[in-house]
């Protein structure tokens, strides 16, 4: 019998009337003869909530704490989804993350899953239950309960696709799909049909901010097939799967813009090996995040450096060159905090020439000066001025005809 | 080291600065060089609010479910303090029911203790933590959480008490101890500075409402000196233990006043062996409690049987009765849900005489007339009429002294 996991985030399931939303859709693929397993969030607002009530006790709570107090949200949600579905004449029950013993390390607030029991849910399952678990929440091998940080609901449910071997990881969301940009910028962007996990990965970590970067990898890891879709409306959403040979003739699936980043460039540096590893190590001990980065030499003694964090980090991270730049021996520091990085993500790139010209001609068209590009196998990011942010993802949309699906692009 | 168990209930954690004010409490206590473990309820009407959500989506929500959703409540409470000690620079863990193995037997909702793990919590105490442990809340052999009923908190604070053989269990609450009877209708009652387990249990029976009766029994079986204090003040309360011998010299402890109750009267039963064990076995079939129960015998053939009930009980009762009284060749049934049972209870019944005579004085004085009389060793109750209650309780008190401390009595 197959296995549907079926992921409803805050949002669908912020009021009784969401909740029996959500409880119906379990309901339905339970009548199509699946075995289903529901994975559920906090209540809307209820986590702001009790962040809050937290921080006015103790604006620096402990993590631990802290976990046991946030992990009361997901409980809520599957112990209520749970009566709904009775209320509707079904077998349902609820489960913690520790009650079906997913266990994690003991890093509170962003803990790493190292297993999870599955006898109790296949029990469930197997005698006609609809297991409801609380996304998000594990526990330690000391029955301590942790969080999976941001995301970590979606993480939950991908990953007991993962070890449930379940057909697919169904994630219900207020939108319909994943789109080829963001559609406040561009309006005309189309909703993809398909995508692989890498190219979400690259969306994701950009900002598309759909679903968290964790749950792909694990989804890729281990082959779930991620299916995003609307809770509203019954119509098949954005399946991300792996990469499919069809995929390759996509030249470019979408584009994206962050503009939450800064930028730090190290100007002179002494040019010899280590000297990266040495800058980089102490970014990382400061615990600053660091996107992209760009070495350029200048001289057989000297090199440029630079490299993107997020604005939130930027701080930190000037800190952290302070104390290494003279050991070695930068001549001069300079920080740009006005950027935007536009980004375009395709499988198709990797065999395809003419896809940076396109992009870099879209840009120059539009007047749009570049700062400093990056790519990955298959990715290319230009780093502009913020104020031009805007206008230059739609030039880059349009070159690439992204309100057009796919199959129908020239 | 002496050990104090603390439990705060749902009003004296209603919001952050009663947290804050629990949490001194608790630091205070291990100030003096006590070991501290805290038990507390949900905040002030969360559980209320969690039974709103509830409802609106199943009328009727399996036990077990709404167990999973209620005890999130105290979880959320124990993580706040503990948040609170951390802030005032103490070392706090706080735990579930299901962490510290509060193992339970599995009716949900009114599920009893079956045993406490102290482990867990010995390890920290001696770790030099305050320990806060969530009260009402246990879990089955399964694992599956179960909560403990109404009064359940009082139930945990003084199990963990007795396991731990603590020094003492403080409950905290919103009035400064147990008075002698209810200060609303009496308001000279005096304020009982120690009162013994068997005269608390008559008197929470007979709804004088400050704490379960199961937490007196557990206090009585195991030996749990119980102070019920104010969390508002910093002044002793009332101590609750065993009985001692200067108690013997007080007459009647405190008078209390029960108003929802029913009365239910068989007319001509046969007067022959079996007949009431019929009844009552029936009437426990239905899950009826029934209160005093008074015979008596009116021929050689034939007796009047009479018994109290909660009001919310009566239509139960009534059906029960309906369908056994045939069997027992009843005559007539009468019903009133006009009544009021006045009692009064004191450890120095036993050995003195004149008190009911003292009681029935009053009530004929008062002008009350009385429907019906029961005793147990230490209480003597009267039905009267529902609209005379509060005047028969001030003419009871009056004539016993109960606005003077008890060594002051006549």
Same mark, same amino acid.
């Given at each position: 019998?197959?296995?549907?996991?079926?992921?409803?985030?805050?949002?669908?399931?912020?009021?009784?009337?969401?909740?029996? =939303?959500?409880?119906?859709?379990?309901?339905?693929?339970?009548?199509?003869?699946?075995?289903?397993?529901?994975?559920?969030?906090?209540?809307?607002?209820?986590?702001?909530?009790?962040?809050?009530?937290?921080?006015?006790?103790?604006?620096?709570?402990?993590?631990?704490?802290?976990?046991?107090?946030?992990?009361?949200?997901?409980?809520?949600?599957?112990?209520?989804?749970?009566?709904?579905?009775?209320?509707?004449?079904?077998?349902?029950?609820?489960?913690?993350?520790?009650?079906? =013993?997913?266990?994690?390390?003991?890093?509170?607030?962003?803990?790493?899953?190292?297993?999870?029991?599955?006898?109790?849910?296949?029990?469930?399952?197997?005698?006609?239950?609809?297991?409801?678990?609380?996304?998000?929440?594990?526990?330690?091998?000391?029955?301590?309960?942790?969080?999976?940080?941001?995301?970590?609901?979606?993480?939950?449910?991908?990953?007991?696709?993962?070890?449930?071997?379940?057909?697919?990881?169904?994630?219900?969301?207020?939108?319909?799909?994943?789109?080829?940009?963001?559609?406040?910028?561009?309006?005309?962007? $189309?909703?993809?049909?398909?995508?692989?996990?890498?190219?979400?990965?690259?969306?994701?970590?950009?900002?598309?901010?759909?679903?968290?970067?964790?749950?792909?990898?694990?989804?890729?890891?281990?082959?779930?097939?991620?299916?995003?879709?609307?809770?509203?409306?019954?119509?098949?959403?954005?399946?991300?799967?792996?990469?499919?040979?069809?995929?390759?003739?996509?030249?470019?699936?979408?584009?994206?813009?962050?503009?939450?980043?800064?930028?730090?460039?190290?100007?002179?540096?002494?040019n010899k090996p280590g000297n990266a590893a040495k800058i980089f190590a102490h970014l990382a001990g400061a615990r600053v995040i660091v996107n992209d980065i760009i070495q350029v030499e200048i001289s057989k003694e000297k090199a440029n450096m630079s490299f993107t964090v997020a604005k939130s980090d930027l701080a930190d991270a000037q800190k952290a060159i302070d104390e290494i730049?003279?050991?070695?021996?930068?001549?001069?520091?300079?920080?740009?905090?006005?950027?935007?990085?536009?980004?375009?993500?395709?499988?198709?790139?990797?065999?395809?020439?003419?896809?940076?010209?396109?992009?870099?001609?879209?840009? $120059?068209?539009?007047?749009?000066?570049?700062?400093?590009?990056?790519?990955?196998?298959?990715?290319?990011?230009?780093?502009?001025?913020?104020?031009?942010?805007?206008?230059?993802?739609?030039?880059?949309?349009?070159?690439?005809?992204?309100?057009?699906?796919?199959?129908?692009?020239?």
């Amino acid at each position: 019998m197959a296995i549907v996991v079926q992921k409803f985030g805050g949002t669908s399931v912020a009021d009784a009337e969401k909740i029996r =939303r959500a409880a119906a859709r379990a309901a339905e693929a339970h009548n199509q003869g699946n075995q289903v397993v529901v994975v559920a969030s906090a209540r809307g607002k209820q986590t702001d909530q009790l962040v809050a009530d937290a921080l006015e006790l103790n604006p620096n709570p402990p993590r631990r704490e802290m976990d046991m107090l946030l992990s009361t949200g997901e409980q809520q949600t599957v112990s209520l989804i749970a009566m709904a579905l009775d209320q509707m004449g079904r077998k349902a029950i609820s489960f913690t993350g520790s009650q079906i =013993r997913m266990l994690t390390d003991d890093t509170h607030s962003k803990a790493r899953i190292k297993s999870i029991g599955t006898d109790r849910i296949r029990k469930k399952l197997d005698a006609g239950h609809i297991v409801i678990v609380a996304g998000f929440q594990g526990m330690d091998e000391n029955g301590n309960i942790t969080t999976l940080g941001r995301g970590g609901s979606d993480t939950s449910a991908v990953a007991l696709a993962a070890v449930l071997k379940a057909d697919v990881c169904e994630i219900y969301t207020d939108i319909d799909g994943i789109y080829t940009t963001d559609p406040r910028i561009f309006p005309a962007a $189309a909703k993809m049909d398909h995508i692989s996990y890498d190219e979400m990965l690259e969306l994701a970590s950009l900002g598309a901010g759909i679903m968290h970067s964790r749950a792909i990898e694990f989804g890729k890891k281990f082959d779930v097939k991620i299916h995003v879709r609307s809770s509203m409306e019954d119509k098949p959403g954005t399946l991300i799967s792996q990469e499919m040979p069809e995929m390759e003739g996509i030249l470019v699936s979408g584009a994206t813009m962050q503009k939450n980043l800064a930028k730090i460039g190290l100007i002179g540096v002494d040019n010899k090996p280590g000297n990266a590893a040495k800058i980089f190590a102490h970014l990382a001990g400061a615990r600053v995040i660091v996107n992209d980065i760009i070495q350029v030499e200048i001289s057989k003694e000297k090199a440029n450096m630079s490299f993107t964090v997020a604005k939130s980090d930027l701080a930190d991270a000037q800190k952290a060159i302070d104390e290494i730049k003279e050991q070695v021996h930068c001549q001069s520091v300079f920080v740009r905090d006005d950027i935007a990085e536009i980004s375009v993500v395709g499988v198709g790139m990797r065999s395809h020439y003419g896809v940076a010209n396109t992009m870099f001609k879209a840009l $120059a068209e539009g007047k749009i000066n570049i700062d400093s590009i990056t790519t990955s196998e298959i990715r290319i990011s230009c780093i502009v001025d913020q104020e031009q942010g805007e206008s230059a993802l739609v030039a880059v949309c349009e070159a690439f005809d992204l309100d057009k699906p796919a199959e129908k692009r020239s």
